[in-house]
């Protein structure tokens, strides 16, 4: 089996999520997408955002069933800041058959050095990244390339290959660059709209939207 793993806060999930989770499953081949929440975000402040049980719950009223995407409470259920290398152990422990993915955006991959044992990540499972509205417009050229520069300034000295399987640097596991329909969708977007009192509906799945509502979130 092959599995991806897609975290985030989701606060909250919007098509935007939604779609890339899709698009990267059926392009990569993977059998499954595991949706994450992460309970305490190390990267980001506490404020404006819903409690853990709300963004849980607004992904699994989302993904439905017989998509392919899942929902895992690995994060929300360990204590402390979610950590991408210990969400990466759980699912190689609990899973030792399968083949697992972390799928992230570009911004995020611009930003790995910033993570815990990011080189311990790199090292254990192939990374793909999702191309983002607009990404290809930013100081740093295409997003292939801004990849490829990441990786040169984590392995400095060694070159970065280019290969079917994406790219390779040192002992990495490969780097793949994947595109995805361009929702430009945010969910800071959606909390603005709703502290404004507008409407957020087309946004979300419309059952996110009216728990949304119906719970008084980011009123």
């Known amino acids: 089996m092959r599995i991806?793993?897609?975290?985030?806060?989701?606060d909250p999930v919007?098509?935007?999520?939604?779609?890339?989770?899709?698009?990267?499953?059926e392009a990569c081949g993977l059998d499954q997408v595991?949706?994450?929440?992460?309970?305490?975000?190390?990267?980001?402040?506490?404020?404006?955002?819903?409690?853990?049980?709300?963004?849980?719950?607004?992904?699994?009223?989302?993904i439905g069933s017989g998509s392919g995407?899942?929902?895992?409470?690995?994060?929300?259920?360990?204590?402390?800041?979610?950590?991408?290398?210990d969400t990466v152990q759980h699912f190689r422990?609990?899973?030792?058959?399968?083949?697992?993915?972390?799928?992230?955006?570009?911004?995020a991959f611009r930003e790995i050095e910033t993570w815990k044992s990011f080189r311990q990540i790199l090292a254990l499972v192939p990374v793909i990244v999702m191309s983002r509205p607009g990404s290809h417009a930013v100081a740093g050229g295409s997003d292939r390339a801004q990849v490829a520069q990441v990786?040169?300034?984590?392995?400095?000295?060694?070159?970065?290959?280019?290969?079917?399987?994406g790219f390779l640097a040192?002992?990495?596991?490969?780097?793949?660059?994947?595109?995805?329909?361009?929702?430009?969708?945010?969910?800071?977007?959606?909390?603005?709209?709703?502290?404004?009192g507008r409407s957020i509906r087309y946004l979300a799945p419309a059952a996110v939207v009216e728990h949304i509502y119906a719970k008084g979130l980011y009123a």
Do not use: C, N
Not at 93 to 103: C, K, R, V, Y
Not at 151 to 165: K, N, R
């Open 4 to 10: 991806g793993l897609f975290g985030g806060t989701f």
């Open 14 to 25: 919007h098509f935007g999520h939604l779609r890339s989770a899709l698009e990267v499953k």
């Open 34 to 62: 595991a949706l994450i929440p992460v309970a305490v975000p190390p990267h980001k402040g506490r404020g404006g955002w819903a409690a853990a049980e709300e963004r849980l719950r607004m992904l699994e009223i989302a």
């Open 69 to 85: 995407l899942t929902v895992s409470e690995v994060e929300i259920r360990r204590p402390g800041p979610s950590y991408t290398i």
């Open 93 to 107: 422990d609990a899973m030792p058959g399968a083949e697992i993915a972390l799928i992230m955006g570009l911004d």
């Open 151 to 165: 990786l040169s300034a984590i392995v400095p000295g060694e070159p970065v290959e280019e290969a079917p399987e």
């Open 170 to 196: 040192g002992s990495f596991k490969p780097v793949t660059v994947q595109h995805v329909t361009a929702l430009d969708i945010s969910s800071t977007r959606i909390r603005e709209l709703v502290r404004a």
